[in-house]
Structure formats: structure tokens, C-alpha cells
């Protein structure tokens, strides 16, 4: 009897000891409590709550006898909890009762009201930090689900699986077809959110019911538009559907974004729409009309090589329509919720947003060629999209015409004009004018834009390098006292007109100005 006082004594501190008693042992069931039993504040000590279930698993060394005793276990269950169950026997497993028993002994508000309730009066658990644990408590409890482990009997038995479902949404994934498309079921896993909407058997549920649950599919999408992509089919060809995935208030894209380029991505699941929808082109235009035209990228080849669609795209997009739309959403906040729903506009969010909408995000990119090749289409796309010119078509880079208009609207665009055009004075020019374009437009904010005459110089021909007036319409337009000095050609390196422009701008300079004209009368009376 001492001996095995001795080994309960043991058990209490150090569970693996089971794995080296004798067979005899293994009958007694006080051993086996002593081995499986923990109170839960044990579980929170020494930062052990991971492995707080570990311990069941010694079940399986247990005697035969033991193991089928129903009393015995549901004792067990009790006092450990139902996450034993998944080292049950088959025979258990398959036990309406004992798998009832299970299920009402598990999950995240099981086990910490019996933590909290065990905690309270030892004096070696700290209930605050037990309290902080509660997210990571319930994060974990949230991976393990014992219907994982039910037997074929139990997984048929559609009163086990709704209790089951009160308290696991995880139970839903390990159903078998007949179940998960039964609707009661689908009702209960669909309480739970998008969790459960991709496991469910979209082919087997009668058309009858989809009624009965859109408006569960509707608060899902709400939540969580991409789960649109497990919708079910008859959902799909359904307008209030996509709309309620697809239509959000401008704000919450913004609210949402992560990266800049994540903006308005959510627009993406409008290609799970049923193809009757996609070519709407009524619905289409509704959309664009409340969602605005970044939706474009989303349309089939046929809408994306619409006129009218593009234009319509084309005037719901840019940053100043964004921002005009979040404006006028805002006005109709409280103010209780004015700042939840608008960033802090006059922020650095409002010049990297900016930034986004000019440069990265573009609808042209995405239209069909016989939009590409329409110059009347790519001038007005200039005026909204300008760094859209790269993905224009080839022949429309040789226009001389929309090569003026790409390269003053943005500087940038002069790398993608034909080789020809590079060697025009007139578009060479019309990049230097943009280029005094963005530096008064984007003067004082930090910005990339300082270097961009160097930027020209790099793609233009090696005539228009040499030409004057090229460096003279640099210094009048977008000249900041960089680089024009540098990149003078030899035969214009003593050209006192064009120096003294330069000085005058910025007279530091005067250090890379050559010795004949650092001792110009001229230019040493500009130092004061």
C-alpha cells in the first residue's frame, strides 16, 4: 500500500512515470487518476498551457478494462476534459453518449471558465496573467476539435454533430457529404462566420434552401467579401449577392489596406460571379458606378474592350476621385465616428496616397487592344492616368501628338516615347516642361522628383544633348541647382548665357564652373 501511495505521490508531480510501471498497475484506477488528473491552474504554470492536453494521451497505456469502462471514462472526462476523447477506443468513439459527454467538456468557454474557476484561491496562480492568456488560450483551443476522432456512427447521428456545433466550429470540417449539405447544419456551422462556408456541399443542397440561408451568406460577405469564392452557385448568378460581397462604403477599403497596392483588391472577387453576371453590362455599370473603375481590371476581355465601359472606368478612377468620394462619405459620419471612418487626411497618408493613385495604380494597364490602339482613348486616359503611356499600344508611341501629351503630363513617360520621337526637340522639350511641372505641383513635399532632368538626359539622342536650347529651357523650367552644370557638353562648358542662368539659381555651383569664367566680372558680381 505504501508503494503505491508512493507512486500516486509520484503521478501528482510526473505523469510519464506511468510508462515504466508494471501491467498491474495499469488496472488500478486511482494510478490512472493520479497520471491523468491536473487541476487547470497546473495548465498555466511555468508557461506550460501548450502542453496542457499532453498528458492524455497516457490513456492508451491503460488496461483493456479501464479503457471500455463508460463510467470510468465520462469520470475521467469530467475531471480532464473531452479532448480525452480522441484516445478513446473505436468502440467509445462511436458512443452516442460518450461522445455527447465530449463535446459538452470542450472548447475555449469550457475550459477557461474552469481555469478561472480553479485559479480563484491558489496562491500560486497569478489570475491577471491568466486573464491575458485569454486570447492565446482561445487561439489554440480553436486548432483541436475531437469530431476529428468520432467514428463513422457518431458522424451520422445529426443530434451529436448540432450539440457538437454549439460549441465547435471546427466540427463542421470533419462531416461527412450527407451532412454538409444538410440545412440545419449548414445554419449552425454558418453562425461561426466564413470559417465553415468552403466545406460545405454546395452540389447536394436543394435550390430550395439557398433561400433560407442568404441572408447568413449575406453577413459572411459582409465580413469577409473573398469568401465569395465558396459561395454557392445560385448565390453566384444572384445580383444582391455580389453586390453585398462586392459594394463596400470607400472608407472601409481604406480602413482595410495593408500595402498601398492592396487597395481596392477586394474588388477581385467579382470574378467568382457567375458569367451572367460578369456580362451584364448593366450590372457592370452599376458597379463601377458604386465601386469605382478599379473594378475594370476584374471584367471579362470583352467589357475591358468596351468604350464606353473603359470611359466610365476610366472617370471612377485617379486619386481625385477617390478622395472627392471619401470626402463626401465622411460629411455623413458622426462625429463619434468620424475618425474610424477617415484616416487622418492632412497626414503623410494623404501624399503616399496620392503617389499610389499617380503612379501604381492604373485601369489602362488592364483595357483590351482595341482600347489601347484608340489615340482618342489614350489622350483622354493621359489626362487621368498619365503613367498609363507605357502600356499604350507601339504605334501610338510613335504619335507624335500623344507623345507630347505623355511626356508632359509625366516626365517619366519620355523613356517610352519611340526612338524617333527621343530624337524631336519639340517632345525633348515637353519633358523638360513637365519636368517644371511636377517640381511645382509636388514642391515641398518629399519626393523623387528632384533628379528627373538627369532622368531625360538618359534616353535622349545624342543631337538633342547637344542642343542649347535644351539646357536653357531646363534652368527656366525645372532647374533646383543640380546636375545642369554636369552635364553640359564641352562646347557649351564656357557658354556664359547659360552659366550665369544656372548661378543665379544656385550660386555653390560656382565650384564646377571652369577657371576662364570663375574670373568673369559677370558672374563673380552674382555671388552678392
Not at 476523447?85 to 463535446?103: G, H, M, S
Not at 576662364?516 to 563673380?524: A, E, F, S
Request: charged residues 35%; proline residues 2%; negative net charge.
Amino acid at each position: 500500500m505504501s508503494e503505491k501511495r508512493n507512486y500516486i505521490e509520484q503521478l501528482n508531480e510526473s505523469p510519464e512515470l506511468l510508462k515504466t510501471l508494471h501491467k498491474e498497475y495499469l488496472k488500478d484506477k486511482n494510478i490512472i487518476k493520479a497520471a491523468l488528473v491536473r487541476t487547470m491552474p497546473y495548465y498555466i504554470s511555468d508557461d506550460v498551457f501548450f502542453s496542457m492536453f499532453d498528458s492524455l494521451e497516457l490513456f492508451e497505456l491503460i488496461d483493456d478494462s479501464l479503457k471500455s469502462d463508460v463510467e470510468f471514462v465520462k469520470e475521467l472526462m469530467d475531471s480532464c476534459s473531452g479532448y480525452l476523447f480522441q484516445y478513446l477506443p473505436d468502440v467509445l468513439r462511436n458512443n452516442k453518449e460518450v461522445y455527447q459527454f465530449a463535446v459538452k467538456r470542450t472548447g475555449f468557454e469550457y475550459v477557461f471558465r474552469r481555469l478561472l474557476k480553479e485559479a480563484i484561491g491558489e496562491d500560486n496562480v497569478d489570475i491577471d496573467r491568466l486573464k491575458n492568456l485569454e486570447e492565446t488560450i482561445r487561439d489554440f483551443l480553436s486548432t483541436i476539435s475531437i469530431t476529428e476522432y468520432a467514428g463513422s456512427e457518431i458522424l451520422k447521428d445529426k443530434e451529436s454533430i448540432l450539440i457538437a456545433l454549439e460549441r465547435d466550429p471546427l466540427t463542421f470540417q470533419f462531416l461527412n457529404d450527407e451532412m454538409k449539405s444538410d440545412h440545419d447544419i449548414i445554419q449552425n456551422a454558418l453562425s461561426f462566420g466564413s470559417l465553415n462556408m468552403r466545406h460545405i456541399n454546395k452540389k447536394e443542397i436543394k435550390k430550395s434552401k439557398f433561400e433560407l440561408l442568404k441572408e447568413q451568406y449575406f453577413e459572411i460577405l459582409k465580413k469577409d467579401p473573398y469568401q465569395l469564392e465558396h459561395a454557392p452557385k445560385e448565390l453566384l448568378s444572384d445580383k444582391d449577392t455580389i453586390r453585398t460581397a462586392v459594394v463596400k462604403k470607400w472608407y472601409e477599403y481604406f480602413q482595410e489596406w495593408g500595402e498601398h497596392s492592396e487597395l481596392f483588391d477586394v474588388l477581385s472577387v467579382f470574378q467568382y460571379a457567375d458569367e451572367s453576371i460578369r456580362n451584364d453590362r448593366e450590372f457592370v455599370k452599376e458597379l463601377l458606378d458604386s465601386c469605382g473603375g478599379y473594378l475594370f481590371e476584374f471584367l471579362p476581355e470583352s467589357l475591358r474592350n468596351d468604350e464606353e465601359i473603359y470611359l466610365m472606368a476610366l472617370h471612377r478612377s485617379g486619386w481625385d476621385y477617390v478622395n472627392e468620394r471619401l470626402y463626401k462619405e465622411t460629411q455623413s459620419c458622426s462625429e463619434d465616428d468620424y475618425e474610424d471612418c477617415y484616416y487622418e487626411y492632412q497626414s503623410d497618408r494623404k501624399f503616399d496616397f496620392k503617389i499610389h493613385f499617380t503612379n501604381s495604380k492604373g485601369i489602362t494597364r488592364h483595357a483590351g487592344q482595341n482600347i489601347l490602339e484608340n489615340k482618342k482613348l489614350m489622350l483622354s486616359a493621359l489626362k487621368y492616368e498619365p503613367d498609363e503611356f507605357h502600356y499604350m499600344h507601339e504605334t501610338l508611341k510613335d504619335d507624335k501628338e500623344l507623345a507630347l501629351a505623355a511626356v508632359y503630363e509625366n516626365t517619366l513617360n519620355y523613356s517610352d516615347v519611340s526612338e524617333r520621337l527621343r530624337d524631336d526637340l519639340d517632345v525633348a522639350l515637353a519633358a523638360i516642361q513637365g519636368n517644371g511641372y511636377w517640381f511645382d505641383y509636388l514642391r515641398g513635399e518629399e519626393s523623387i522628383w528632384g533628379q528627373i532632368d538627369s532622368y531625360v538626359f538618359e534616353y535622349m539622342s545624342g543631337r538633342i544633348r547637344n542642343n542649347r536650347e535644351v539646357y536653357i529651357k531646363i534652368i527656366e523650367d525645372c532647374y533646383e541647382g543640380e546636375q545642369v552644370i554636369e552635364f553640359l557638353p564641352e562646347q557649351l562648358k564656357n557658354d556664359k548665357e547659360i552659366i550665369m542662368m544656372a548661378l543665379r539659381k544656385d550660386y555653390k555651383l560656382i565650384e564646377y564652373v571652369s577657371e576662364k569664367l570663375q574670373n568673369d566680372k559677370d558672374i563673380i558680381a552674382l555671388e552678392n
